[in-house]
């Protein structure tokens, strides 16, 4: 790798002490949302193509589900160790180095020969993905400071996810009609490209003051945490509860757990500072942020399968049936957005727990996939509920602690959605598999086996709307601010003891 010129370094630290005028914030803002878009995107495109890719690939349910939570697996596993890598070497550098392997890894998944290649190389993006969203938010909380335009800033944010819902769906349904299940990894390439030359002409570098060292223990112990809980969750149908194998993983799990909050609560710069959730709207965000991707991530896997395999639908119908969710989140996100920076985050939380919950019982409980009419309503519906819960995750996980740990943060509250994600596709993707297995696949049968899934969608939403209720009142608010004002003090504290 040749040397760093230094006139072009010099010219970066330049432009970096430049004042960011309001235009140059919102290119800021921009760039970060291409991030979003194509680690977004790439997650909506895959879904409609699990079909085309099952018979491709000749993989059954749990085949599928590893080839979403390879990638959600190992982003949630390294989100944290790339937010604070990120606050100690430069946020700029290591957003750009995540842009190149995402980017590396969308070509290599288009060319994966088989099913085992493809979830390899879907881990090779998930690497590069790690880099991205938490990195980019923390550029964002450093570039946009005042606090109600920090919040209009994350409501662009979260309006993104929606264009990616509401793209993902027919662009990848597009493609694989057209071309092929594995062009849908082609769509990350130009927009990569173009958010890389971007960053280098326009981002500036930043690292917080004092960031944390690296903690090479806590990253092994959340990579067997994570791991082995995924693996028991998945394996499950097919191997048996009670099989040594699941057992074995299952132990794996309850040590990896018990051993990291004991290593990280001896440590003077943890992995995953427990401090941060005496803050009652932190904790009470990264529980919601668990809650409502696990049913969205749910919400995605068991309406694929069910408008293609069982209506028959080709992939583009599939993804125009879809159009009603996705068009409601891109709607709804930038209002929530507002309503976060006016109002607080409490109106949100609980417009969309209500929203996500009733959409969940329309399944569970009146069977709204059998007619057209109750089949959208519950999609425009849960589209509401997850148009106004993002904002009010972001925001509250990172408004409230110091800027100087903003990457740690944003990293908290983007493991927490990875982490949801990654349970909602092993556990509802189980729970299906083993309904699927009691009797011959049929549309009745489909509508049957997956009713306890789409219980455990409504019970996400629920927590999303009691957790959201109890962590957004004054009491909550209270914590927040002396959650904040004993981190300041402390690391003030430090400061002069090294002084």
């Not at 909602?424 to 489909?446: D, K, Q, Y």
């Not at 962590?471 to 981190?487: M, N, Q």
Request: hydrophobic letters at 50%; one cysteine or more; aromatic letters at 6%.
């Amino acid at each position: 790798m040749p040397l760093p010129d230094p006139a072009a370094s010099s010219s970066a630290s330049d432009r970096a002490l430049e004042p960011l005028t309001h235009r140059r914030r919102m290119l800021i803002l921009a760039i970060c949302c291409m991030s979003l878009l194509i680690v977004s995107l790439d997650n909506t495109v895959l879904n409609v193509a699990l079909p085309s890719m099952r018979k491709e690939l000749d993989a059954d349910v749990a085949g599928m589900q590893w080839t979403i939570d390879a990638y959600t697996l190992v982003l949630a596993s390294l989100l944290m160790l790339a937010g604070s890598t990120a606050d100690r070497i430069g946020r700029r550098k290591v957003f750009m180095t995540g842009l190149v392997l995402f980017t590396i890894g969308s070509v290599l998944c288009s060319l994966a020969p088989n099913l085992e290649s493809l979830i390899a190389f879907r881990m090779v993006q998930a690497v590069g993905g790690s880099m991205l969203n938490p990195v980019a938010m923390s550029i964002i909380t450093n570039t946009f400071t005042e606090p109600k335009e920090r919040a209009r800033a994350i409501g662009v944010w979260g309006a993104v996810v929606g264009i990616s819902m509401a793209a993902g769906p027919l662009v990848g349904g597009l493609l694989v009609d057209t071309v092929g299940w594995r062009s849908i990894f082609w769509v990350n390439l130009p927009v990569g490209l173009a958010a890389l030359v971007l960053t280098l002409r326009y981002v500036p570098e930043s690292r917080a003051p004092k960031p944390r060292r690296p903690d090479p223990v806590g990253q092994v112990l959340v990579i067997a945490l994570l791991g082995s809980v995924t693996y028991a969750i998945i394996e499950t149908p097919a191997k048996g509860w009670l099989s040594a194998e699941i057992l074995v993983f299952s132990a794996v799990a309850v040590c990896a757990l018990v051993s990291l909050v004991r290593y990280e609560r001896r440590r003077d710069e943890p992995l995953i500072d427990l401090r941060f959730f005496r803050s009652a709207p932190f904790s009470g965000a990264t529980v919601i942020a668990v809650s409502a991707f696990a049913a969205l991530a749910g919400f995605l896997f068991l309406s694929t399968l069910y408008l293609q395999d069982v209506r028959g639908l080709d992939a583009l119908h599939a993804g125009l049936w879809m159009l009603p969710m996705a068009a409601m989140c891109f709607v709804c996100a930038p209002v929530s957005g507002r309503l976060v920076g006016s109002r607080g985050p409490r109106i949100s939380l609980l417009v969309a727990g209500v929203a996500m919950t009733v959409s969940g019982v329309l399944f569970a409980a009146f069977e709204a996939e059998t007619s057209n009419t109750t089949l959208v309503i519950g999609y425009v519906i849960f589209g509401i509920g997850f148009g106004f819960v993002n904002a009010p995750i972001t925001n509250t996980a990172v408004s409230g602690m110091p800027r100087a740990q903003a990457g740690v943060a944003a990293a908290v509250a983007s493991t927490s959605r990875q982490v949801g994600g990654t349970l909602g596709v092993a556990v509802i993707g189980a729970v299906l598999a083993a309904g699927m297995a009691s009797s011959a696949s049929s549309s009745t049968h489909f509508v049957e086996a997956s009713k306890p899934a789409w219980w455990i969608i409504a019970g996400c939403g629920l927590s999303v709307l009691v957790v959201g209720a109890m962590t957004s009142g004054r009491w909550a608010r209270g914590t927040a601010v002396r959650t904040a004002e004993r981190l300041e003090h402390t690391e003030a504290a430090e400061a002069s003891v090294k002084v």
